[in-house]
């Protein structure tokens, strides 16, 4: 009987170990879920100041070009 309650109690530990298992699984691909969500926000709002950006930059620069073109017009 001794060999018996071994196995069973193997068995319960096994068990015990995989439901453990289970549940970092679970949670793992929650936290995996979300900070893939995460990226993705970042990566849409990174697009998106890098458009605003560029339209700072052609701005600022089609403001360089008047004023160059006023100063060469008053010399």
Do not use: F, P
């Not at 068995?11 to 949670?27: G, H, I, K």
């Not at 160059?68 to 017009?73: F, I, P, R, S, V």
């Amino acid at each position: 009987m001794d060999s018996l309650q071994e196995t069973t109690g193997d068995l319960d530990r096994l068990q015990q170990r995989l439901s453990e298992l289970l549940e970092l699984l679970n949670r793992l691909e929650e936290e995996n879920n979300s900070l893939r969500a995460r990226q993705e926000s970042l990566v849409a709002e990174r697009a998106t100041l890098v458009q605003r950006n560029e339209e700072a930059r052609s701005r600022v620069e089609g403001m360089i070009e008047r004023l160059k073109a006023l100063e060469e017009a008053g010399t």
